[in-house]
């Protein structure tokens, strides 16, 4: 079982780029290292200061993303950590650039089991190619 989970970052517009270099670079690379894999992201603006960004991110299942979590193995192994030694700089002052952000909203999605190492990107709500009209 998969699992999805969103994420919004109240972030000013002129920090903006930054944030998402340190993202892009750093911080979804980790990601990637650790099996997980950003999906999406983008900005919200629905009549207001359109200063939200959004993030979508798949795991493989809840005991993975409890591992990607500060206290989970993929931050405290040691090993683990100077493998990744060379990323963390790069995103490390990510967090300073955020204003706001809510706590996470998790979607599980039975639909699909992710591939190891998430190594293309992944359509969790199919299973199957869509039936041609001339099939139905």
Do not use: C, K
């Amino acid at each position: 079982m998969g699992i999805l989970v969103q994420r919004e970052f109240t972030v000013a517009a002129d920090h903006r780029g930054e944030f998402e270099r340190q993202s892009r670079l750093g911080l979804w690379e980790n990601m990637r290292y650790n099996g997980a894999q950003m999906i999406a992201y983008g900005t919200w603006a629905f009549g207001g200061p359109g200063d939200v960004v959004v993030t979508n991110s798949v795991y493989a299942d809840f005991d993975h993303w409890t591992a990607t979590r500060p206290w989970g193995y993929f931050a405290t192994s040691e090993g683990h950590i100077q493998e990744t030694q060379a990323l963390r700089p790069i995103f490390a002052g990510r967090n300073r650039l955020i204003q706001r952000a809510p706590p996470s909203s998790t979607m599980t999605t039975p639909t699909r089991s992710l591939p190891p190492a998430f190594e293309s990107p992944v359509n969790l709500w199919s299973t199957s190619p869509r039936p041609s009209a001339a099939n139905q």
